[in-house]
């Protein structure tokens, strides 16, 4: 179960191709927090950080309509993520560091298996589809 301020990605993670900059404000704060909460503490090269995003984009994060490089760059500019001025190391910015409106939401994920719980929503989301489609079959050909 998702804590009480990351409940609106349950309904995030059954959705395909969410563009980031079309979210509201909240929304948009949600996904790049998602991002950012999985990323290491440690420092990374550019590379380290595109495989870090790319898998996010393969699982956690497939519902969003973006590649690896976008995701990164609202990271940087929305300042969960800082880069040195070549762009060759990346840190993920400190829950202290971070700016006070976007703090609460990042001790929201400490401890969170948002991983589990978006395929566990997916899953669900899957076995009702399928029952309500299997109630369908069943009422067109009674």
């Known amino acids: ?18 563009g980031i900059g079309g979210l509201p404000e909240m929304p948009r ?14 420092p990374m090269s550019e590379r380290d950080v595109n495989e870090v995003l790319k898998a996010q984009l393969a699982g956690t994060a497939s519902f969003l309509g973006t ?20 762009g060759r190391e990346y840190r ?3 829950v202290a560091v971070l700016p006070p ?8 994920f400490d401890g969170v298996d948002v991983g589990a719980i978006a395929a566990a929503t997916r899953a669900a989301h899957a076995a ?15």
Do not use: S
Request: charge should be positive; charged fraction near 25%; glycine fraction near 8%.
């Open 67 to 86: 590649d690896h490089v976008e995701l990164r760059r609202w990271l940087v500019d929305a300042g969960w993520l800082v880069r040195d001025g070549f």
């Open 101 to 108: 409106a976007l703090q609460p939401l990042a001790r929201a």
């Open 1 to 18: 179960m998702l804590p009480a301020p990351l409940q609106p990605l349950a309904a995030l993670f059954v959705k395909t191709g969410v």
């Open 92 to 94: 993920r910015v400190p």
């Open 128 to 142: 009702e589809r399928e029952a309500r489609l299997r109630v369908w079959k069943e009422r067109k050909a009674g």
């Open 29 to 42: 704060r949600l996904v790049l927090g998602l991002a950012w909460a999985g990323l290491p503490a440690a």
